[in-house]
Nanobody, 122 residues
Framework: QVQLVESGGGLVQAGDSLRLACAPS????????MGWFRQAPGKEREFVAQ????????TGADSAEGHFTISTDNDKSTIYLQVNSAKPEDTAIYYC???????????????WGQGIQVTVSS
């Protein structure tokens, strides 16, 4: 089983930016799509952003343009999520997820990281 290891979380002030990273434990892991999700206490898990192997990018419908930027290294071994101008409402546990299959019009995310805390103070 491939593990997804997140890093880069922590405490930031509103208006600051931060970048999360996700690295699959197996370098040769071939994924179809990588996604970032988040969950705040008492709320449902929310989709944040997705990038496909081919480079297609998607962000959540409620996200302001430019607020989240998803990207990968050139060798696609690490996936990043940049949060620009962080807001207190961005406070949540952020999860990295990987998909190796597509079904019923969606990527199936079967691999999940442990999650990493992001706290934005006002």
């Amino acid at each position: 089983q491939v593990q997804l290891v997140e890093s880069g979380g922590g405490l930031v002030q509103a208006g600051d930016s931060l970048r999360l990273a996700c690295a699959p434990s197996r370098r040769t892991f071939l994924w179809s799509a990588m996604g970032w999700f988040r969950q705040a206490p008492g709320k449902e898990r929310e989709f944040v952003a997705q990038i496909t192997w081919g480079g297609g990018k998607t962000t959540g419908a409620d996200s302001a343009e430019g607020h989240f930027t998803i990207s990968t290294d050139n060798d696609k071994s690490t996936i990043y999520l940049q949060v620009n101008s962080a807001k207190p409402e961005d406070t949540a546990i952020y999860y990295c997820a990987a998909s190796t299959s597509w079904r019923d019009g969606k990527y199936e995310y079967a691999y999940w990281g442990q999650g990493i805390q992001v706290t934005v103070s006002s």
